[in-house]
């Protein structure tokens, strides 16, 4: 084998093995996050974010997930205070201050994700999902981006009203999420 090929197929198979490595199973903490909501009315639609991501989880065999990923539901920031305070009085947050994912189970496809698990929202707890793909990984952290719908409704959660519209029942939302792994 030629030595330019055979370097080739080395630094192919290093770079295998670091993603193998980045992935494999573990315990890993998220390290920064950030939620974006994007809600809409028949007129005009806007967007939040929240950076209060917070937690853990054990990646075991076979793609199975044990943990719990926070966020603290009083830190949103839509740039509109009034909006903000309308965002709280809607979720409860005195009452319900978190919302905490349960993830359970990940599916990967080269470097597609999809999450399964549980979502505690409003006192409520139900199946959920979020779908992405990894942005950027290095032997110990992981970047990723995931996107799910919510459900106001099915969370018991009135969508506000401004001037007579009400706030579309489904809203997207977008994680981007740095996880690393810990010893």
């Known amino acids: 084998m030629p030595i330019a090929l055979r370097k080739l197929w080395l630094l192919g198979l290093a770079l295998l093995l670091l993603k193998a ?36 989880f054990v990646f075991n065999q076979g793609g199975k997930l044990e943990g719990q990923l926070c966020l603290d539901l009083r830190a949103w920031d839509s740039g509109n205070p009034l909006r903000d305070a309308h965002t709280r009085r809607m979720f409860e947050v005195e009452r319900y201050p978190l919302a905490c994912f349960f993830p359970i189970r990940a599916r990967l496809n080269d470097q597609k994700v999809a999450l399964e698990g549980q979502l505690e929202l409003h006192g409520k707890k139900g199946p959920w999902g979020l779908d992405g793909e990894i ?44 996880i690393g792994i810990t010893k």
């Open 135 to 178: 942005l950027d990984e290095s032997q110990s952290r992981v970047l990723l981006r995931l996107i799910g719908q919510v459900s106001l409704k099915a969370w018991g959660l009135k969508p506000p009203s401004f001037l007579g519209l009400d706030v579309q029942d489904f809203v997207q939302v977008s994680v981007t999420v740095l």
């Open 21 to 56: 490595q980045a992935l494999s199973p573990g315990r890993y903490r998220i390290l920064q996050g950030e939620v974006t909501y994007r809600a809409a009315t028949a007129l005009s639609a806007w967007s939040g974010r929240n950076e209060s991501l917070s937690g853990s």
